[in-house]
């Protein structure tokens, strides 16, 4: 892995921006979130082209590898994987429609709750979910080594784990 540094970016330009107009401010928080933020849609953006492929975007991708995470039976009501998604039922119910009717899913009724529904992963599906894992981690790995040291990866991921514990 190598490590850059890439100097002054976007950021810095709003916070140095900020600093002339409020110079009371703190911008450290804007700096760290905002760039966050940032990292989070560039790396969407290249994560959804390396699944296009497999004829799926991240919300599709999602929902497959939550399914093939379970484990055997590949098994997860639709009110399980929304609650791990974090998206809400009709944003479910709409994946779950569009990955049924590519037979990358299939829903039946809930044995023990005449209710409710189980979702299963297809071996079709388990098989496109198992290509698309990879390509996308070969994204992120990409990305990663391209700016930070094993080392860097290690340390930013304590740290961001530290950070989330205290903001979700």
Known sequence: ?????????????????WAAVRPDLDTVPMAVFGRIYRLSHAMRGKVDK??????????????LATLRRSGEPYTLSPR????T????TGGMTGRLDKLEKAGLLTRSPDPNDRRGLRVTLSERGRELVDQAVG???????????????E????QLT??????????A
């Open 50 to 63: 390396a699944y296009a492929p497999y004829g799926m975007a991240l919300g599709e991708f999602d929902v």
């Open 80 to 83: 399980e994987l929304t609650a």
């Open 1 to 17: 892995m190598t490590t850059q540094n890439p100097g002054r970016d976007a950021v810095d330009a709003i916070a140095d921006q």
């Open 85 to 88: 998604l974090m998206i809400t």
């Open 151 to 154: 080392e860097e990866a290690d």
């Open 158 to 167: 304590a740290l961001l784990r530290k950070l989330l514990a205290t903001t």
């Open 135 to 149: 390509a996308g981690l070969a994204e992120q790995r990409a990305a990663l080594t391209a700016a930070l040291t």
